[in-house]
């Protein structure tokens, strides 16, 4: 790219937490900075370009038909779009939904629920267009995001580990909770990014980085279905912010005897 | 006088002192004395890992473990021993060859490219309580990085720098074969020291002159034959408990053999390819190395981090990724550790510590998956040639023709 690149970020159905890795790059940001040009951005700044952008991080999930809309406008608008974070990767949290009645959901909540147009599912945004790079997380890793921008300026592959949790755990020299505590704890499963923190802190992994490369959800789920835990337990630790990630949902589903995941 | 005498005597007596279990603290502060941090077990998060150890009371005194495939427990137990324990998820690789470390930086400047090797001097480490099985774990990686056409720097300083204290087993884990692969549980070479643990006093093998010179700091004696008598009572009790063990005849030939055995996809179905038994395992040195630039992209750091075979990325080349399911996976780790191991490194790549079986995720059991490849594969087993039954009919063969008899009733 012959001028610096510019960068927008998107935010769709989201906490915003991942976004807000890019601001707590501080250290980095300058640097940042000078190898791109922050064009749209609105948790930061109120001022916004048109695009079209060289590059877009796109945050959240389609959960409205007029979200299903705008990211077509988003990807028209980008040359290499990357989403980040759990929910637009994998739907997110709110993917729960697709397990549930939507109606149901609306008059629980919402006191006027005729005012609230949603679709019966979270989606991820890779459901409704090209996606050139996945960012995994909940939230994502700012040092990830920095890799990935780094990349995309100087036109090389981001370098995002697939492999399991427990390789992190295991440089790190954490004891296997797994094993030494039996913890249902889904890191062999769950792809690394977020530096094998829960298990130091003696709590089972919670699968916040999506599956891993080929996982073996179904093995894992069997075993500790047998040695240590219940389906009503498992099923909503696979069901949790990567929920509509395909392997946690095929897993679930089957192991899950009342499963009935909505259909969109 | 301890240390002459190991000179001139080393390989014609075998020299055995005994010593007051409190003289181990003396021992210990005379090796930080001579500048070493000394390692050895700690009880730490429900585990019995290896971390600083400063006196006996650091020391997991009254602790043993349990263990089983998939599975770690360690609890109080009715002793008052320090090393009646068996293996943790630690091992001594992690000193040795470490984790994580930077192999060179290179700088850019108006100048130019500046590259350097950083040289960090290896720390001086003692290790207290290696067991037999780790000290073959040990010389494994010795022929590994040192033996080869090309030697690791890391891995020799730190190799060159480290004081051995082995300590011989007096019981075993259910997880335990070193008795299949020969490696132990007697420590036979490769320490400086080798303890073992009486009631009221350790019985101390003289293994070099480093660590002659170490017991001389400390007050001991000429280990009695009783005494003698009742180290060698315990170190049997270690090779009574093992129960499991691994066939190795003619192993690495059953395994290159049978590398379509429908097994291996029957152990994909259960295997994670986590990584764990890797990890866990003293012998792999697998590692990646990856440039890793700041932003600006003037700033750059080669570094090395274990990795390994499981991993989808490690097989990745510029034509695509070699090993892209889980059973060549596990194959590829099975069949180096056990067969193609032999003909890199003249040795197994296995010592049977069984922390591999310990800390797998769901239970495999590389020895069970050995017998099972052993087994001829269901589908092409050959049956059973079955000799006819033996005549004990006498009567005349029937002259009438069964066809005919047939058509005759038909037609009637």
């Known amino acids: 790219m012959s001028h610096k690149p510019r960068l927008a970020v998107f935010k769709f159905a989201s906490c915003d937490g991942c976004q807000l890795q890019l601001l707590s790059c501080e250290d980095e940001l300058l640097s940042l900075a000078e190898s791109v040009e922050i064009v749209h951005f609105i948790e930061a700044s109120s001022h916004v370009e048109a695009g079209p952008y060289d590059i877009a991080l796109v945050e959240g999930s389609i959960t409205t038909a007029h979200d299903r809309q705008r990211i077509q406008v988003v990807r028209e608008q980008s040359q290499t779009l990357v989403t ?64 990935v921008l780094q990349a995309l300026v100087a036109g090389r592959k981001p370098r995002t580990p697939t492999h399991s949790v427990c390789l992190d755990c295991k440089r790190r020299g954490t004891v296997c909770i797994a094993i030494a505590r039996d913890a249902a704890c889904l890191g062999p499963i769950t792809q690394a990014g977020c530096g094998a923190i829960c298990p130091d802190f003696q709590r089972g992994c919670y699968g916040c980085f999506g599956p891993s490369a080929q996982p073996n959800c179904d093995s894992l789920a069997d075993w500790y279905v047998q040695d240590r835990t219940t389906h009503v337990q498992l099923v909503p630790l696979l069901r949790n ?20 995941p909505g259909t969109v | 006088m301890l240390a002459a005498s190991y000179a001139n005597h080393r390989n014609r007596i075998l020299m055995l002192r005994k010593f007051a279990k409190a003289e181990l603290n003396r021992l210990l502060a005379h090796l930080r004395s001579l500048g070493f941090t000394v390692l050895g077990p700690k009880l730490e998060d429900e585990a019995i890992v290896y971390g600083q150890v400063d006196s006996l009371a650091d020391l997991p005194r009254g602790y043993s473990d349990s263990q089983q495939p998939g599975k770690y427990r360690v609890s109080q137990a009715e002793h008052q021993f320090y090393f009646e324990f068996n293996l943790g998820p630690h091992s001594w690789k992690q000193f040795l060859f470490p984790p994580r470390v930077s192999l060179s930086t290179a700088q850019l400047d108006a100048t130019g490219w500046t590259f350097e090797t950083p040289h960090q001097p290896a720390p001086k480490l003692a290790f207290l309580g290696v067991r037999a099985c780790e000290l073959a774990a040990i010389a494994v990686q010795d022929r590994v990085f040192l033996h080869g056409p090309y030697v690791d720097p890391i891995y020799q300083a730190r190799r060159e720098a480290v004081l051995i204290i082995a300590v011989n087993c007096t019981v075993a884990a259910a997880t335990c074969f070193c008795t299949s692969m020969l490696t132990g549980p007697k420590c036979q070479a490769g320490f400086d020291l080798a303890l073992t643990e ?64 429908p097994h291996w996809d029957t152990v994909a179905e259960r295997c994670l390819s986590c990584t764990n038994c890797t990890m866990v395992c003293p012998t792999c040195f697998c590692s990646s190395v990856s440039e890793v630039a700041d932003l600006s992209g003037e700033h750059v750091q080669r570094i090395r981090q274990w990795d390994s075979c499981f991993n989808l990325d490690f097989s990745y080349t510029a034509s695509g990724t070699v090993r892209n399911d889980r059973r060549s996976r596990f194959r590829q780790w099975l069949t180096h550790k056990l067969a193609s191991w032999h003909d890199q490194f003249d040795s197994s790549g296995c010592v049977g510590c069984g922390r591999c079986i310990t800390w797998c995720p769901v239970g495999i059991d590389l020895t069970e998956e050995v017998a099972a490849l052993r087994e001829p594969p269901i589908s092409n087993r050959r049956l059973p040639v079955i000799e006819p039954p033996p005549t004990i009919c006498h009567l005349p063969r029937s002259p009438v023709d069964p066809h005919a008899a047939i058509s005759a009733e038909e037609t009637q």
């Open chain 2, 198 to 261: 009486l009631d009221d006093c350790f019985v101390a093998e003289v293994g070099s002159q480093r660590g002659a010179e170490i017991l001389e700091a400390i007050t001991t004696e000429s280990a009695t034959p009783p005494e003698i008598e009742q180290a060698k009572v315990r170190e049997q009790g270690a090779v009574e408990q093992i129960q499991k063990s691994m066939d190795t005849t003619n192993i690495r030939n059953v395994l290159l053999d049978n590398l379509e055995h």
């Open chain 1, 241 to 260: 912010f990567n929920a509509d990630a395909e392997a946690f949902k095929a897993t679930g589903d089957r192991i899950d005897p009342h499963s009935e």
């Open chain 1, 84 to 147: 980040i974070g759990a929910c637009a990767t994998a739907g997110g949290i709110q993917a729960l939904k697709n397990w549930g009645d939507r109606a149901d959901y609306v008059r629980s909540v919402y006191a006027q629920p005729e005012y609230i147009q949603t679709l019966a599912t979270s989606t991820a945004i890779a459901d409704h267009v090209r996606v050139d790079f996945e960012l995994r997380g909940c939230p994502i890793n700012r040092f990830q995001l920095l890799e």
